[in-house]
Nanobody, 119 residues
Framework: QLVESGGGLVQAGGSLRLSCVVS????????MGWFRQAPGKEREFVSS???????YYSDSVTGRFTISRDNAKNTAILQMNSLKPEDTAVYYC???????????????WGPGTQVTVSS
């Protein structure tokens, strides 16, 4: 089970920190990912982190977002800085056997958390 938290409303230029707590799985062996879906658009890759800590980012968030993991707390974290209105979306946490960049790379998903960035 995956549960996200930390979404909300923020002004452009602000920051949010999303967390994803994983239960019922061997967290330290999982690849973790963050995806987002804006209204009328397909779900898109944001960032992922392997079990060993290797990170991947989409071009649109590189330099602004940072993914990390706390294996002691079974938690994946997405720190989002310098937020833009185009970052507005539902953000989903995902877990899989490896840290991919496609939705099919992940077999378990959280319910999502809304992030809204006002201009």
């Amino acid at each position: 089970q995956l549960v996200e938290s930390g979404g909300g409303l923020v002004q452009a230029g602000g920051s949010l920190r999303l967390s994803c707590v994983v239960s019922g799985r061997a967290f330290d062996s999982l690849g973790m990912g963050w995806f987002r879906q804006a209204p009328g658009k397909e779900r898109e890759f944001v960032s992922s982190i392997s079990w060993s800590g290797t990170t991947y980012y989409s071009d649109s968030v590189t330099g602004r977002f940072t993914i990390s993991r706390d294996n002691a707390k079974n938690t994946a974290i997405l720190q989002m800085n310098s937020l833009k209105p185009e970052d507005t979306a539902v953000y989903y946490c995902a877990a899989g056997l490896r840290a991919g960049v496609r939705t099919v790379d992940f077999g378990s998903w959280g319910p999502g958390t809304q992030v809204t960035v006002s201009s």
